[in-house]
C-alpha cells in the first residue's frame, strides 16, 4: 500500500514568518493530495488539495507544491498567525477506485509564536 | 447545525465493558468512515461505508463492529474493551463517486475521546 512521509513533526516560526511542510508518498498512482489542518480538540479539516494534473495551488497565505517525478509535496504557509497553530497533516489516495481510502502523513504541530 | 456529529465527545469505561459511538451526518454524502488517532496524533481508518455497504476493512479486531443503518449513520459498537483501545475515534463522510474521479474531500467529527482504565 501506500506510505506517506512527513517532515517535520514539529516546527516552530515567528509570526509573519513562512512555514514549509514537506510530505513524499510511495504509490506512483497516486493522484490526489490533501492537506487536513486539526485544532485542538477538534477533528481535522480540509484546508487544501491538488490532483496530480496540477503542479501548484495557491489559496490566499496558503500554497501546495507537487513534484511528481520526485514523488513529493509540500506546505506552504506564508505570514503565518497565531492562529495557525495546529496539526497539520498530509494525505494521499488513488481516488475513485478506492473510494476515499486516504494515507496520512504522521501530521507536523505548528506553533508560530506572537 | 454540525454536519458531521459523534456522540459521545467523551467515553470513559473500564476493561472488558462493551459501548457503542455513534455518527450522523447531514451532507448527504454517500460514503462514512471511521479513524482511529491514537496518542502521537496517528490516523489511521479503520472501516469505510458506501452507501450502506462496507467497503474498507483495514486490518482491525473483530471486537470493533461498525453498523450502517442508513446513508446518514454509522456507528461503531465495540466488545471487551482493552486499555490499547485507549484513542480518538474519528467519524467522516465524504461524496464519493465509484468510477468518475472521485471527490475525496473529508469532512470529520469532532471526535470521541475513549479513555479504557
Known amino acids: 500500500g501506500e506510505n506517506v512521509e512527513q517532515h517535520p513533526s514539529t516546527l516552530s516560526v515567528q509570526e509573519g514568518d513562512s512555514a514549509v511542510i514537506k510530505c513524499t508518498y510511495s504509490?506512483?498512482?497516486?493522484?490526489?493530495f490533501p492537506w487536513y489542518k486539526q485544532e485542538l480538540g477538534k477533528g481535522p479539516q480540509l484546508i487544501i488539495d491538488?490532483?496530480?494534473?496540477?503542479g501548484e495551488k495557491k489559496d490566499q497565505r496558503i500554497a501546495v507544491t507537487l513534484n511528481k517525478t520526485a514523488k513529493h509535496f509540500s506546505l506552504h504557509i506564508t505570514e503565518t498567525q497565531p492562529e495557525d497553530s495546529a496539526v497539520y497533516f498530509c494525505?494521499?489516495?488513488?481516488?475513485?477506485?478506492?473510494?476515499?481510502?486516504?494515507?496520512f502523513g504522521r501530521g507536523t504541530q505548528l506553533t508560530v509564536w506572537p | 447545525d454540525t454536519a458531521v456529529s459523534q456522540t459521545p465527545k467523551y467515553l470513559v469505561t473500564q476493561m472488558g465493558n462493551d459501548k457503542s459511538i455513534k455518527c450522523e451526518q447531514n451532507?448527504?454524502?454517500?460514503?462514512m468512515y471511521w479513524y482511529k488517532q491514537d496518542s502521537k496524533k496517528f490516523l489511521k481508518i479503520m472501516f469505510s461505508?458506501?452507501?450502506?455497504?462496507?467497503?474498507i476493512n483495514e486490518t482491525v479486531p473483530n471486537r470493533f463492529s461498525p453498523k450502517s443503518p442508513d446513508k446518514a449513520h454509522l456507528n461503531l459498537h465495540i466488545n471487551s474493551l482493552e486499555l490499547g483501545d485507549s484513542a480518538v475515534y474519528f467519524c467522516?463522510?465524504?461524496?464519493?463517486?465509484?468510477?468518475?474521479?472521485?471527490?475525496?474531500?473529508?469532512?470529520f467529527g469532532s471526535g470521541t475521546q475513549l479513555s479504557v482504565l
Open positions: 461505508y458506501n452507501n450502506k455497504e462496507l467497503i
Open positions: 504509490d506512483s498512482a497516486s493522484n490526489y
Open positions: 491538488i490532483r496530480s494534473n496540477v
Open positions: 451532507l448527504g454524502h454517500d460514503t
Open positions: 494525505a494521499a489516495s488513488r481516488g475513485g477506485s478506492t473510494l476515499g481510502r486516504l494515507y
Open positions: 467522516a463522510s465524504s461524496q464519493t463517486a465509484r468510477g468518475q474521479g472521485a471527490n475525496e474531500k473529508l469532512f
